[in-house]
C-alpha cells in the first residue's frame, strides 16, 4: 500500500505528489511521524519532537496555497541550531530547556519553502566528541558518528527524507557514510550560520543529509535563498579524476580500500581520466593544524560553560580539545592559520590538473562501540581547505552495513560536484 512507503519517499518525490494531489502533507508528516514512533525506541535520533507541533505545521500547509521547493518535506534540524518553537540545548543538560526566541537562518528559510520541522536531532555534546544518545539503525552495538548523530541516523532509518547537520571536521560527511546516506559539505562560507552554535567558526559549515543528490540540491537551493523549485542536477562529462588516498590510508579497512579502487575503476571504464594524486609533504600535519585552530576558537567560544559549569562538562571534552585549545596560544593558532590558507592555494593548484578527487568518507564501516563517533582523518584535509565533498552511498562492507565514497572539487565548484557526484551514481545504476 502507498501509506506503507510514503515514509520511504524522497524529498522530491514528495513534493511532486502533494503538488499533483496524490498526497497531503498531512499523509506525509503522519506516515514519518509513524515511523519514528516505530523505531526511536531502538535507534534514539531525535532529542526533541512534538507530534502535534509537526501536524500542526503540515495541517497548516493543506490549507494554504503551494508554499515553495519543500512544500511538505519534512525536516529534522540538529540540536544546536535555533528553533523558535522548540528547545534547543546543544548536545548537553548545561542548556537542558533552553528556548531560542527566533529561528536560525536555515530553519526560516526552510519553513519558507514549506518544510515542516519535525523536531531536533541529536548532536553530540557541543557537536563535539562525546557521543549522544543515538545508535546505528542497522546494529545499535555502533556508532551512528558524530556530530550530526541524530540527523544521520533518522535519514538513514527513513524518519525524515531530509535532516540539517554541521560540520567542523567530519561531522556531516562520516555520519551520512555510516548511515547509507548521501552527505553534503559546501564550499566553506556558502551557507548562513545565524541561529547555528559556532564551534570553530574557521571550519564551520552547515551539512545537509539526505536520500538522493536530486533531495541535497533541492535542499541547498531553498538555503541560497530559492523557494521554487531547483533545476535538475545538470550532466558533465567524464572528469579526470584524482584518486587520493591520503596519508591516513593505511587506517581504511579491506571493504573501504576495495570501494575507492572498485569506483576508480568503474570510472574510468566509463571514460574517465584516472591518475593517482598524492599530496604534497605540506599536508602531512594537516590534522594537526586542524586540531590546533579549532580547538583555539572552540576553547574560547566555550568560555561561560567552562567558567559557570565546568563539572558538567564531560571528561573527554574538558582533557581534548578544551585543554589542548587553551593551552594553545595566539601566535600558534595563528601560524596553523595561515597553514590552512597556505593548503587551500595548493590545492587551487591541484585542481588545475584534476577535476575531482576520489577519496575514502570515513575508515571503514561504522565501528562497534558508543563511546566514541568513529575516526574523522579522512574529512580533515577538506574541512581545513574549505572545498566543497560529497559520500555517496554506493559500498557496503561487513555485516552489510554502509560504505561512502567522498569527492571533492575545487572552491565554489559546488554545482560541478553536484553533476559529477549524479555521474557517479549513474555508473552503478546500470
Not at 541529536?122 to 545508535?135: I, L, R, Y
Not at 585542481?351 to 565501528?367: C, E, N
Not at 567522498?406 to 557517479?424: E, G, M, N, P
Amino acid at each position: 500500500m502507498l501509506e506503507d512507503r510514503i515514509h520511504t519517499f524522497t524529498a522530491t518525490k514528495i513534493v511532486q505528489q502533494i503538488r499533483d494531489q496524490k498526497l497531503s502533507a498531512e499523509k506525509v508528516a503522519r506516515a514519518c511521524l509513524n515511523r519514528i514512533f516505530e523505531r526511536e525506541s531502538a535507534v534514539q535520533a531525535w532529542q526533541y519532537i512534538d507530534p502535534a507541533l509537526v501536524i500542526r505545521q503540515a495541517q497548516a500547509l493543506d490549507q494554504g496555497p503551494f508554499k515553495g521547493a519543500l512544500h511538505g518535506v519534512p525536516v529534522g534540524i540538529k540540536d544546536i541550531i535555533d528553533t523558535v518553537d522548540m528547545p534547543t540545548t546543544y548536545g548537553t543538560q548545561i542548556h537542558a530547556g533552553h528556548q531560542p526566541n527566533k529561528d536560525a537562518a536555515c530553519v526560516a528559510l526552510t519553513r519558507r519553502a514549506g518544510g515542516i520541522i519535525v523536531g531536533k536531532t541529536v548532536s553530540t555534546e557541543f557537536a563535539n566528541q562525546h557521543p549522544g544518545k543515538t545508535m546505528h539503525p542497522m546494529d545499535p552495538s555502533r556508532t551512528p558518528g558524530g556530530s550530526s548523530s541524530g540527523s544521520a541516523a533518522a535519514v538513514g532509518d527513513g524518519m525524515v527524507p531530509l535532516a540539517i547537520g554541521t560540520q567542523t571536521t567530519g561531522s556531516t560527511i562520516r555520519p551520512a557514510a555510516y548511515n547509507g546516506c548521501f552527505g553534503y559539505r559546501p564550499t566553506w562560507g556558502d551557507f548562513r550560520m545565524t541561529g547555528v552554535m559556532e564551534a570553530a567558526g574557521s571550519f564551520d559549515t552547515l551539512g545537509l543529509i539526505a536520500r538522493s543528490i536530486e533531495d541535497i540540491a533541492l535542499h541547498r537551493h531553498v538555503l541560497l535563498g530559492g523557494t521554487s523549485e531547483a533545476q535538475a542536477v545538470s550532466s558533465c562529462q567524464p572528469p579526470r579524476v584524482g584518486v587520493c588516498r591520503t596519508q591516513f590510508w593505511d587506517k581504511s579497512d579491506h571493504a573501504t580500500k576495495s570501494a575507492i579502487e572498485s569506483c576508480a575503476q568503474a570510472m574510468a571504464k566509463s571514460g574517465a581520466m584516472v591518475t593517482d594524486l598524492k599530496l604534497s609533504a605540506d599536508f602531512d600535519s594537516i590534522e594537526q593544524t586542524h586540531q590546533r585552530v579549532s580547538s583555539f576558537e572552540f576553547s574560547r567560544n566555550r568560555a561561560w560553560e567552562l567558567d559557570n559549569h565546568f563539572d558538567e562538562i564531560s571528561q573527554i571534552l574538558r582533557e581534548n580539545r578544551l585543554k589542548h585549545g587553551a593551552e594553545c596560544r595566539f601566535e600558534q593558532y595563528r601560524k596553523a592559520r595561515k597553514h590552512c590558507e597556505d593548503l587551500r592555494l595548493q590545492l587551487d593548484d591541484v585542481f588545475r590538473d584534476f577535476d575531482v578527487i576520489l577519496t575514502p568518507s570515513a575508515p571503514g564501516v561504522a565501528p562497534i562501540g558508543l563511546n566514541a563517533t568513529g575516526s574523522y582523518s579522512f574529512s580533515s584535509i577538506w574541512t581545513a581547505c574549505h572545498t566543497p565533498s560529497m559520500t555517496l552511498p554506493l559500498f557496503s562492507g561487513d555485516n552489510a552495513l554502509p560504505i561512502g565514497v567522498q569527492l571533492v572539487t575545487k572552491r565554489d565548484a559546488d554545482d560541478y560536484l553536484f553533476a559529477v557526484s549524479s555521474w557517479t551514481c549513474g555508473l552503478f545504476e546500470r
